[in-house]
Protein backbone atom coordinates (compact mmCIF):
# COMPACT_ATOMS: atom_id res chain seq x y z
CA UNK A 1 0.00 0.00 0.00
CA UNK A 2 2.71 2.44 0.77
CA UNK A 3 4.88 1.17 -2.09
CA UNK A 4 1.91 1.81 -4.32
CA UNK A 5 1.13 5.04 -2.93
CA UNK A 6 4.64 5.98 -3.41
CA UNK A 7 4.95 5.10 -7.08
CA UNK A 8 1.76 6.93 -7.63
CA UNK A 9 3.73 9.93 -6.10
CA UNK A 10 6.36 9.56 -8.22
CA UNK A 11 5.27 9.11 -11.71
CA UNK A 12 2.71 12.81 -11.09
CA UNK A 13 5.63 14.41 -10.34
CA UNK A 14 6.67 16.41 -13.63
CA UNK A 15 10.04 17.81 -14.24
CA UNK A 16 10.41 21.45 -13.67
CA UNK A 17 12.93 21.84 -16.13
CA UNK A 18 9.95 21.34 -18.98
CA UNK A 19 7.35 23.46 -17.00
CA UNK A 20 6.54 25.70 -20.25
CA UNK A 21 6.29 22.38 -22.42
CA UNK A 22 2.98 21.24 -23.48
CA UNK A 23 2.35 17.28 -24.70
CA UNK A 24 -1.50 16.94 -25.29
CA UNK A 25 -2.88 20.31 -26.31
CA UNK A 26 -5.62 21.32 -28.71
CA UNK A 27 -6.56 19.74 -31.81
CA UNK A 28 -8.90 21.66 -33.44
CA UNK A 29 -5.87 24.41 -35.21
CA UNK A 30 -7.88 26.63 -37.61
CA UNK A 31 -4.60 27.16 -39.94
CA UNK A 32 -4.42 30.04 -42.55
CA UNK A 33 -2.11 30.53 -45.03
CA UNK A 34 -1.95 34.30 -44.93
CA UNK A 35 -0.71 33.94 -41.29
CA UNK A 36 2.58 32.16 -41.71
CA UNK A 37 5.79 33.48 -39.66
CA UNK A 38 8.71 34.85 -41.52
CA UNK A 39 11.68 32.51 -41.17
CA UNK A 40 14.50 33.87 -39.80
CA UNK A 41 12.54 37.05 -38.72
CA UNK A 42 9.21 36.19 -36.80
CA UNK A 43 9.92 35.58 -32.94
CA UNK A 44 8.21 33.08 -30.68
CA UNK A 45 5.93 35.27 -29.02
CA UNK A 46 4.67 36.97 -31.85
CA UNK A 47 3.73 33.59 -33.22
CA UNK A 48 1.86 32.96 -30.30
CA UNK A 49 0.28 36.18 -30.29
CA UNK A 50 -0.82 34.64 -34.07
CA UNK A 51 -1.70 31.01 -32.68
CA UNK A 52 -1.78 31.22 -29.33
CA UNK A 53 -3.12 27.80 -28.84
CA UNK A 54 -0.25 24.84 -29.39
CA UNK A 55 -0.80 21.00 -29.62
CA UNK A 56 3.02 20.65 -28.90
CA UNK A 57 5.76 22.36 -27.36
CA UNK A 58 9.07 20.59 -26.99
CA UNK A 59 12.34 22.40 -25.30
CA UNK A 60 15.58 21.11 -25.80
CA UNK A 61 18.22 22.34 -23.39
CA UNK A 62 21.11 21.69 -26.00
CA UNK A 63 20.16 23.23 -29.88
CA UNK A 64 20.36 20.32 -31.95
CA UNK A 65 21.37 20.72 -35.76
CA UNK A 66 18.79 19.74 -38.22
CA UNK A 67 18.54 20.81 -42.19
CA UNK A 68 14.50 20.95 -42.81
CA UNK A 69 13.69 21.49 -46.14
CA UNK A 70 16.56 22.98 -46.92
CA UNK A 71 17.65 25.40 -44.21
CA UNK A 72 19.89 24.64 -41.93
CA UNK A 73 19.74 25.53 -38.53
CA UNK A 74 20.03 25.11 -34.40
CA UNK A 75 16.48 23.75 -33.62
CA UNK A 76 16.21 24.56 -29.60
CA UNK A 77 12.12 24.10 -29.47
CA UNK A 78 9.54 22.82 -31.91
CA UNK A 79 6.02 24.57 -31.56
CA UNK A 80 3.20 22.52 -33.28
CA UNK A 81 -0.34 22.64 -34.14
CA UNK A 82 -2.81 20.18 -35.31
CA UNK A 83 -6.07 19.62 -36.88
CA UNK A 84 -8.40 16.59 -37.41
CA UNK A 85 -11.61 15.93 -40.06
CA UNK A 86 -12.87 12.77 -39.52
CA UNK A 87 -15.69 11.31 -41.28
CA UNK A 88 -18.57 8.87 -39.92
CA UNK A 89 -18.02 5.41 -41.49
CA UNK A 90 -21.29 3.49 -42.93
CA UNK A 91 -21.15 0.43 -40.14
CA UNK A 92 -20.12 2.71 -37.54
CA UNK A 93 -16.98 4.40 -36.53
CA UNK A 94 -14.79 7.07 -38.01
CA UNK A 95 -12.02 7.33 -40.37
CA UNK A 96 -9.61 10.39 -40.45
CA UNK A 97 -10.12 12.39 -43.52
CA UNK A 98 -8.41 16.10 -43.75
CA UNK A 99 -5.03 15.85 -41.12
CA UNK A 100 -2.96 19.06 -40.93
CA UNK A 101 0.02 19.44 -39.07
CA UNK A 102 2.02 22.73 -38.87
CA UNK A 103 5.51 22.43 -37.15
CA UNK A 104 7.52 25.32 -36.15
CA UNK A 105 11.15 25.34 -35.57
CA UNK A 106 12.81 28.19 -33.21
CA UNK A 107 16.78 28.05 -31.94
CA UNK A 108 18.17 29.71 -29.38
CA UNK A 109 17.16 33.38 -29.91
CA UNK A 110 13.32 32.40 -30.01
CA UNK A 111 13.26 33.29 -33.68
CA UNK A 112 11.09 30.61 -36.13
CA UNK A 113 13.55 29.32 -38.53
CA UNK A 114 11.51 26.83 -40.58
CA UNK A 115 8.30 25.52 -40.44
CA UNK A 116 6.66 22.47 -42.29
CA UNK A 117 2.82 22.21 -42.89
CA UNK A 118 2.08 18.58 -43.48
CA UNK A 119 -1.48 18.37 -45.28
CA UNK A 120 -3.13 14.99 -45.82
CA UNK A 121 -6.12 14.04 -47.66
CA UNK A 122 -8.32 10.84 -48.44
CA UNK A 123 -10.83 11.74 -50.95
CA UNK A 124 -12.95 8.95 -49.76
CA UNK A 125 -14.24 7.87 -46.18
CA UNK A 126 -13.38 4.34 -46.27
CA UNK A 127 -10.41 2.56 -44.34
CA UNK A 128 -8.70 1.99 -47.41
CA UNK A 129 -8.48 5.11 -48.90
CA UNK A 130 -5.06 6.35 -49.44
CA UNK A 131 -3.54 9.96 -47.55
CA UNK A 132 -2.30 12.54 -50.33
CA UNK A 133 -0.83 15.68 -49.94
CA UNK A 134 -3.61 18.27 -49.58
CA UNK A 135 -3.19 22.01 -50.76
CA UNK A 136 -1.62 23.93 -47.89
CA UNK A 137 1.48 21.29 -47.91
CA UNK A 138 4.35 22.74 -48.11
CA UNK A 139 6.88 19.38 -48.18
CA UNK A 140 7.70 18.41 -51.72
CA UNK A 141 10.35 15.66 -51.50
CA UNK A 142 10.19 12.73 -48.40
CA UNK A 143 12.99 10.78 -49.92
CA UNK A 144 15.04 11.36 -46.74
CA UNK A 145 12.58 10.87 -44.09
CA UNK A 146 11.96 8.00 -41.95
CA UNK A 147 8.85 6.17 -42.16
CA UNK A 148 6.61 7.96 -39.39
CA UNK A 149 8.79 11.10 -39.18
CA UNK A 150 6.81 14.17 -39.16
CA UNK A 151 10.47 15.57 -40.88
CA UNK A 152 13.78 14.46 -41.06
CA UNK A 153 14.82 12.10 -38.26
CA UNK A 154 11.38 13.61 -36.13
CA UNK A 155 11.33 10.08 -34.33
CA UNK A 156 15.43 10.18 -33.27
CA UNK A 157 14.49 14.21 -32.24
CA UNK A 158 11.54 12.96 -30.25
CA UNK A 159 13.54 10.05 -28.33
CA UNK A 160 16.14 13.02 -27.23
CA UNK A 161 13.20 15.24 -25.95
CA UNK A 162 12.53 12.09 -23.80
CA UNK A 163 15.69 11.43 -22.95
CA UNK A 164 16.36 14.83 -21.43
CA UNK A 165 13.22 15.01 -19.18
CA UNK A 166 13.40 13.05 -15.91
CA UNK A 167 9.51 12.17 -15.56
CA UNK A 168 9.64 10.61 -18.86
CA UNK A 169 8.40 7.09 -17.25
CA UNK A 170 4.77 9.34 -16.47
CA UNK A 171 4.74 9.69 -20.32
CA UNK A 172 6.43 6.66 -21.87
CA UNK A 173 5.71 3.53 -19.02
CA UNK A 174 9.73 3.20 -19.62
CA UNK A 175 13.03 4.99 -18.67
CA UNK A 176 14.91 3.42 -21.30
CA UNK A 177 15.43 5.29 -24.44
CA UNK A 178 18.66 5.74 -26.54
CA UNK A 179 19.63 9.49 -28.00
CA UNK A 180 22.21 10.04 -29.88
CA UNK A 181 23.37 13.32 -28.97
CA UNK A 182 23.12 12.99 -25.52
CA UNK A 183 22.88 10.31 -22.69
CA UNK A 184 19.68 9.72 -21.08
CA UNK A 185 18.91 11.67 -17.68
CA UNK A 186 17.99 9.65 -14.55
CA UNK A 187 14.55 9.13 -13.58
CA UNK A 188 12.42 10.17 -10.90
Not at 163 to 176: C, L, M, N, T, V
Amino acid sequence: MILSALSCGLFSKNDPDFAGDIIDGPEKFQYDPNKLPVIGKTTEQELLEIYPKPWLRKTFKKPITKEILGRKFEMKKIIAYVNYLTAPLPNGGYVGMDYLYFHVFIDKNEIVQQYIVNHRIKEKANRNSIWVPGKYSNIKDKKHWGDGDFWPESVVDGDCYWAQRRDRKKYRQSEEIQCRYWDPVPVY
